[in-house]
């Protein structure tokens, strides 16, 4: 599961998220897509968080400087 894109661990969390909506599914099936669910989501935050480091470098007089960002 570690080499999933971001974009096919969005769509797994929308199918799971489809599944347990429509309460067809046993409870054990239930908490295993939880289960899953779950690691989906660190993975997306994960790359999130790797993205944000990329994008928080901007090119300044030809060198990289990091972005200020006023909170």
Do not use: Y
């Not at 199918?15 to 599914?25: F, H, R, S, V």
């Not at 295993?32 to 779950?38: A, P, S, V």
């Amino acid at each position: 599961m570690d080499n999933i894109t971001f974009e096919q661990a969005m769509k797994r969390l929308e199918e799971i998220i489809k599944e347990l909506e429509d309460n067809q599914t046993s409870l054990e099936n239930s908490v295993e897509l939880f289960q899953e669910g779950i690691k989906l989501s660190k993975i997306c935050s994960d790359k999130l968080a790797g993205i944000e480091d990329k994008v928080a470098k901007i090119l300044v007089d030809g060198k990289l400087e990091d972005l200020k960002i006023e909170e």
